[in-house]
């Protein structure tokens, strides 16, 4: 049930929400897509078999997938079965200082089972329950009290990824923390301060390394480049403000810090598949 597809990004239609959950028991493939939401697929009766880039997973009933946003996926659906679809639009996180950094250090999948690690499979499904049930039901402060549940799995997810994939093996474990301390607080630095005049060399500078040194470990700590992280959050606020009819996209642009027009249509194109201008009457469509 993809409503809106155009090449292969799916635009959500997440309406006054920031969250959208489904329960799909429709036997129905889905092709090739991706979406500027995050997703969490849990089956619920009979396994799916879904493919996040090159990674393929067969998601059983109560199995737990998280795909991180712009992330290509397939889903291939049983004959008969039913499983808990629940997408989030990503501008509330991206208000809150910390989770939006954190955000980008998310793999771009997470697969939990009972068999793996099964202590936190039970902390993250147990507040999905928790999340399924809110959704159902009209209750006062019902999008505050999702938020933070996502807060919660998010958080424990992230921790959980640092405990098993080690940030900066090459470092000894006593200068570790403070590494971590530090490359923390460029990224919140970059997510509070994406409109001004960043720099590569400016943010080395901000914590003392040399601007070689500090690519190297900017991208062994986020995953990303240190350019592409920069990138993601413009264009991410860019796509908040587009939602304004009334600015233009020059200023959108400029306004999220980018000072080459033909350099921002190029990323946001890159990202979007689409000009500023399509994203815009396409928003406004839903």
Known sequence: MIESLEGMKETIRFGNSSFRLIENDVAEDYPSHWHAGMEIIMPVRNSYEVTVGKDTFLLCPDDILLINAGEIHSIKAPEEGM????????????????????????????????????????????????????????????????????IQIIALLIRSDFQETPRFPSISSASRREYMEKFTSVCRYINTSYGENISLESAAQRIGFSKFHFARLFKEFTGVTFHEYLNRRRIQRVEELLADNAMPVTDAALQAGFTSISNFNRTFKMYNHCSPSQFRKKQQEL
């Open 83 to 150: 499983r808990y679809i629940f997408q989030i639009s990503l501008s509330s996180f991206y208000m809150l200082d910390e989770l939006g950094s954190a955000l980008l250090l998310l793999p771009g999948s997470v697969y939990l089972c009972p068999d793996k690690d099964s202590r936190l499979y039970e902390q993250v499904r147990q507040r999905l329950l928790d999340i399924f049930e809110e959704a159902g039901e009209n209750r006062i402060l019902k999008e505050a009290s999702i938020l933070s549940w996502l």
